[in-house]
C-alpha cells in the first residue's frame, strides 16, 4: 500500500508564502502523476498543481505564477511552493497519487478520479 502524509498547513496572511510537503511511504514505485487538490466546505474538491513522472506539471489558472510543485524523487516527496497567498487559497490542501506500471503515457491530471491515493489533508489560513 502506499501513504501520503502532507504538511506545512498553517496560517498566514495574504501576500505571504507558504510550502506544503507531502511524504510518500510503503509501496512508492511508478507514481505516474502526483497533484495537489484543494477543498473548502460545500464546495468541490479543486486541482491545484499537478506532475508527471517525468517533470511536466499543470496548474489551475488561480495559483499560476504563484504556486509551483516540485518532488523530489528520491526522497519521495511532493512540494507545493504557495508565494503571494490569497483568502480565496485557504482550503483543506490534499495530495493524491496515480500509480502504473508504465509511466510513459501518462500525463498531469486534474481528474479526481484518476487518483487511487489521498493524503489526510492539511490546513491552509490564509487572512486579509
Known amino acids: 500500500q502506499l501513504q501520503l502524509v502532507e504538511s506545512g498547513g498553517g496560517s498566514v496572511q495574504a501576500g505571504g508564502s507558504l510550502r506544503l510537503s507531502c511524504a510518500s511511504s510503503?509501496?512508492?514505485?511508478?507514481?505516474?502523476?502526483m497533484a495537489w487538490f484543494r477543498q473548502t466546505p460545500g464546495k468541490e474538491r479543486e486541482g491545484v498543481a499537478g506532475?508527471?513522472?517525468?517533470?511536466?506539471?499543470i496548474y489551475a489558472d488561480s495559483v499560476k505564477g504563484r504556486f509551483t510543485t516540485s518532488r523530489d524523487s528520491a526522497k519521495n516527496v511532493l512540494f507545493l511552493q504557495m508565494n503571494s497567498l490569497k483568502p480565496e487559497d485557504a482550503a483543506m490542501y490534499y495530495c493524491?497519487?496515480?500509480?502504473?506500471?508504465?509511466?510513459?503515457?501518462?500525463?498531469?491530471?486534474?481528474?479526481?478520479?484518476?487518483?487511487?491515493?489521498w493524503g489526510q489533508g492539511t490546513q491552509v489560513t490564509v487572512s486579509s
Open positions: 493524491a497519487a496515480f500509480r502504473s506500471l508504465n509511466c510513459l503515457s501518462v500525463s498531469p491530471s486534474f481528474d479526481r478520479g484518476q487518483y487511487s491515493y
Open positions: 510503503g509501496d512508492t514505485y511508478s507514481m505516474c502523476r
Open positions: 506532475i508527471g513522472k517525468y517533470g511536466r506539471t
